[in-house]
């Protein structure tokens, strides 16, 4: 991302200091120059798999943003597909870089207008905007949208390794939204230290879910051997 062309600290602190609907509709126009963008190899990765295992029909791109996710489900999907985002903003701008066999709509993740309706879901880079207290209820909506043997897929990366530079930032980036929340409103829910995979593979067998996971192997190794990035495989029973 250079200086010129993505948002500036300006652009990023007041964004900071908004709602998460309204910091990603002042965001919108340069998402996509920014690092929460899901990067291509991810995306890439994600396609392989799913690939494998399709193909599907209709396909949901939840919490869509400008779009990056559409591709993998274009790619994999037989039939029309989705995007649902709260964003306006995001929506707008994803629809005017987008092919017209997508259907952009904008709806709260936690009550979606449609049922029965999808065959796959897909999510990237959303998880931490919902409060653990919230995924029950998200992932019962994602069931609710999914025909009988539907698939809804995410993928979740390795935790960093405590003391890890990674760790020390994710943990110090966390630390710095709480304490925002505590003292401004409204708030800018963005925890992804929470998103556990153990507690979210309860949670989606709770829902209703039966889970897999499959490495991407395009993604990497650790040094001890286990996958840098996983995908999330959950059929509806």
């Not at 993998?72 to 999907?77: E, F, G, N, P, T």
């Not at 870089?97 to 259907?103: G, K, L």
Request: hydrophobic share 45%; proline share 7%.
């Amino acid at each position: 991302m250079s200086a010129s062309q993505g948002p500036t600290l300006r652009e990023l602190a007041v964004q900071a200091l908004s709602s998460v609907e309204h910091g990603y509709d002042l965001l919108a126009p340069k998402f996509d120059l920014t690092p929460y963008r899901t990067p291509r190899p991810v995306l890439d990765a994600v396609t392989h798999t799913l690939a494998g295992l399709g193909p599907f029909g209709r396909g949901l791109d939840l919490c869509c943003g400008t779009g990056a996710g559409l591709d993998v489900l274009r790619a994999v999907c037989r039939e029309r597909v989705t995007g649902v985002d709260f964003s306006a903003g995001m929506l707008t701008v994803g629809r005017e870089r987008a092919a017209e066999d997508v259907d952009w709509i904008r709806a709260d993740a936690r009550a979606l207008p449609f049922r029965d309706a999808f065959d796959l879901v897909v999510s990237f880079g959303a998880f931490g905007h919902f409060l653990p207290g919230e995924r029950p209820g998200l992932f019962a909506q994602v069931r609710s949208v999914l025909r009988p043997g539907g698939r809804f897929a995410f993928p979740v990366a390795a935790p960093a390794r405590p003391g890890s530079l990674g760790y020390w930032t994710l943990l110090g980036f966390d630390t710095a939204m709480r304490v925002r929340n505590a003292l401004w409103r409204p708030r800018f829910v963005m925890y992804y230290r929470d998103f556990r995979l153990a507690d979210v593979r309860t949670e989606l067998v709770r829902a209703g879910f039966r889970v897999e996971t499959y490495a991407l192997e395009e993604l990497g190794r650790r040094p001890d051997g286990s996958p840098r990035c996983r995908l999330v495989v959950a059929t509806a029973r």
